[in-house]
T-cell receptor, first 114, second 114 residues
Framework: DQQVKQNSPSLSVQEGRISILNCDYT??????FLWYKKYPAEGPTFLIS?????DKNEDGRFTVFLNKSAKHLSLHIVPSQPGDSAVYFC?????????????FGSGTQLTVLP | DAGVIQSPRHEVTEMGQEVTLRCKPI?????LFWYRQTMMRGLELLIY????????DSGMPEDRFSAKMPNASFSTLKIQPSEPRDSAVYFC????????????FGSGTRLTVV
């Protein structure tokens, strides 16, 4: 049973336009959410995060929105650039101290077309 | 800091052989995680350690898989005997105290069992 789901395996966007990546979760106990970006032959790298007490967090071109009632979060990239082409993983966590761990979604391949 | 270091980068082995994957976490990080990435399931947590102690190994798929962390600077993931369905990219990640700052991932080991 996947607790974190990314239902779109791929997304193509034109350069300069907005990219919207979506993520749904089932565990209402999750209290921290993160997005990771992964290039081929590299490990995932942390991109942006949001606590469950917020509904929006912005960092430059990247904004994460959290809708707790819908158990949904999204990552907006605007404007999209060809260098943003990568696999994006949504992750969620719960717990404290040594018990805290991340649960990842299956990823969305974003392709930004020049 | 050189980041999380995994070796080897690529491993091709025959079915039935023993495979050992290695990981050196970032110095000072007290949590270490082993993940497996497949097309179907995305990033799956196999096992994680806190202060060198295994905390949760419920993600280890079978008894053929074992992991150790003899000290704070080294961990191994062993598969014995290996099977073709074990073919995947295996990532090691480390973090300090909690996930608020995200994990730092290694570049992964691509395992192919023929």
């Amino acid at each position: 049973d996947q607790q974190v789901k990314q239902n779109s395996p791929s997304l193509s966007v034109q350069e300069g336009r907005i990219s919207i990546l979506n993520c749904d979760y089932t565990n209402s106990m999750f209290d921290y959410f993160l997005w990771y970006k992964k290039y081929p032959a590299e490990g995932p790298t942390f991109l942006i995060s949001i606590s469950s007490i917020k509904d929006k967090n912005e960092d430059g071109r990247f904004t994460v929105f959290l809708n707790k009632s819908a158990k949904h979060l999204s990552l907006h990239i605007v404007p999209s650039q060809p260098g943003d082409s990568a696999v994006y993983f949504c992750a969620a966590s719960v717990g404290s101290g040594s018990a805290r761990q991340l649960t990842f979604g299956s990823g969305t391949q974003l392709t930004v077309l020049p | 800091d050189a980041g999380v270091i995994q070796s080897p980068r690529h491993e091709v082995t025959e079915m039935g052989q023993e495979v050992t994957l290695r990981c050196k976490p970032i110095s000072g990080h007290n949590s270490l995680f082993w993940y497996r990435q497949t097309m179907m399931r995305g990033l799956e947590l196999l096992i994680y350690f806190n202060n060198n102690v295994p905390i949760d190994d419920s993600g280890m798929p079978e008894d053929r898989f074992s992991a150790k962390m003899p000290n704070a600077s080294f961990s191994t993931l062993k598969i014995q005997p290996s099977e073709p369905r074990d073919s995947a990219v295996y990532f090691c990640a480390s973090s300090f105290r909690d996930t608020s700052y995200g994990y730092t991932f290694g570049s992964g080991t691509r395992l192919t069992v023929v």
